[in-house]
């Protein structure tokens, strides 16, 4: 039976600015006017938090803030109608770009690395994010952590969510993700490149140069090996998102395959957020993890023709 519908806690520890610039064409060396920009409040908790907003879900996202740009993402997220918690980091909050080729039909992401978060900034959050679980039934973690944060944020911020009964979802990487799978996770949802680099260290580079049926036999052959471990030791559904190319999931027996589906791309920030809730509420509501993973899909197809990043309308 479907668990009683509750609110979604989305948890980023690493907010960001974003800015979306559009192109008709982009000439490298060469001054390049836009034809459309925007500006938005992002990261994957926000991105999580305003789709599941739009599919009817009530959400909180909880990140820390500061800087001199504070006061300008909280207006951005209430425009959105957020309902965005947060703790004072004392660091500014980083600006990262998406520069969109129309000609090219090509989207570039330009990151800037986070400020150290300040001293006392995780107590802070960790105190916060006690207080908010007894209002949600879900706990979304997602991202990367801005410096200044321990190795054990986000294995704590689990271990409160699974000792309070929540279902949890991670699309986490590295020490992250593997610290957080003792707490046992419903899903675990990384794309492909953050599970090689996780599980395959250096030999990621490797197999992200290999081509053809050999390199697809060793995704699949990565994907069944973690799928099992994480079903059979954590209780965890692997689901591992690839870009263009399908969807890999542990049905609990085999590696299956879910298409994407061919539409004209726009801006594909915040598809992976957009596919996350879409897993999540369908499995929410009691859908089997194959049904999910097509409704992450739509959802994520849905982000990639908008402009705004982490938004299905």
């Not at 806690?9 to 907010?15: D, K, Q, R, T, Y």
């Not at 309070?164 to 593997?178: N, P």
């Not at 290999?210 to 699949?220: L, P, S, T």
């Not at 052959?221 to 542990?250: S, Y």
Request: charged share 25%; with cysteine.
């Amino acid at each position: 039976m479907p668990n009683e519908r509750r609110a979604y806690l989305a948890v980023c520890l690493n907010p960001v600015i974003q800015k979306t610039l559009v192109f008709a064409r982009l000439d490298m060396g060469e001054v390049n006017r836009c034809a459309e920009h925007r500006v938005d409040a992002a990261g994957k908790g926000v991105c999580c938090a305003r789709v599941l907003g739009q599919v009817g879900r009530e959400a909180l996202h909880l990140t820390h803030l500061g800087g001199p740009t504070r006061d300008w993402f909280i207006a951005m997220c209430d425009a959105d109608r957020l309902r965005l918690r947060w703790v004072d980091s004392g660091s500014e909050i980083r600006h990262c770009a998406t520069v969109i080729d129309r000609a090219e039909g090509r989207a570039t992401e330009l990151v800037e690395e986070a400020r150290p978060v300040a001293p006392g900034t995780e107590a802070r959050l960790i105190a916060e994010f006690r207080r908010l679980l007894p209002e949600v039934g879900t706990v979304m973690l997602s991202g990367t952590k801005a410096s200044g944060y321990s190795d054990a944020i986000m294995p704590c911020l689990a271990r409160l969510a699974a000792e309070a009964g929540k279902r949890l979802v991670l699309d986490l990487k590295g020490k992250d993700l593997l610290g957080c799978l003792p707490f046992k996770p419903a899903i675990v949802k990384p794309n492909f490149e953050e599970l090689a680099q996780t599980y395959l260290g250096e030999g990621a580079r490797e197999l992200r140069s290999a081509e053809g049926i050999e390199a697809e036999g060793a995704m699949r052959e990565l994907v069944a090996r973690v799928g099992k471990e994480c079903l059979e030791r954590f209780g965890a559904a692997l689901v591992v998102t690839r870009g263009r190319r399908p969807t890999l999931f542990w049905d609990g027996a085999r590696v299956r395959e879910h298409p994407t589906l061919e539409i004209p791309t726009l801006n594909p920030i915040g598809s992976g957020d957009s596919f996350n809730v879409g897993l999540a509420t369908a499995l929410e509501d009691g859908a089997s993890l194959e049904a999910a993973v097509a409704e992450g899909t739509r959802l994520g197809a849905l982000n990639a023709q908008n402009l705004k990043p982490g938004s299905i309308e």
